[in-house]
């Protein structure tokens, strides 16, 4: 929004100055030509244009990420089983021993 306020504001001050200091009688030579702020313009509603499209592009990448994550779980069934068994499991080989420590702090 403050990126709308701020180009809004800055054409606004172009156009003002060229109004400002356009010449007032016919043969008049023009202190600031009326493409200077055409050219701000242009620039502002560039700059407004090429930012919205960057942010709706890195959104859609962000989502293809995270659509993309749950099937890439679904692909290696066996390593999400694996990773998931050795987060829930309480039970623990040491020394091929089974010790059963944090079974009974739940």
């Not at 890439?72 to 059963?100: I, L």
């Given at each position: ?20 200091l356009r010449p007032t ?82």
């Amino acid at each position: 929004m403050m990126l709308w306020i701020l180009g809004s504001m800055t054409a606004a001050l172009a156009w003002g100055v060229w109004y400002i200091l356009r010449p007032t009688h016919a043969g008049a030579p023009e202190l600031v030509a009326i493409a200077a702020p055409t050219a701000v313009t242009a620039f502002v509603i560039f700059v407004i244009v090429g930012v919205f499209v960057f942010r709706r592009i890195r959104a859609a990448r962000a989502l293809e990420r995270a659509c993309a994550r749950p099937v890439e779980e679904q692909a290696s069934p066996r390593e999400a089983r694996a990773s998931r068994r050795s987060r829930s499991s309480s039970a623990r080989a040491v020394d091929g021993r089974v010790t059963w420590s944090g079974f009974f702090r739940r």
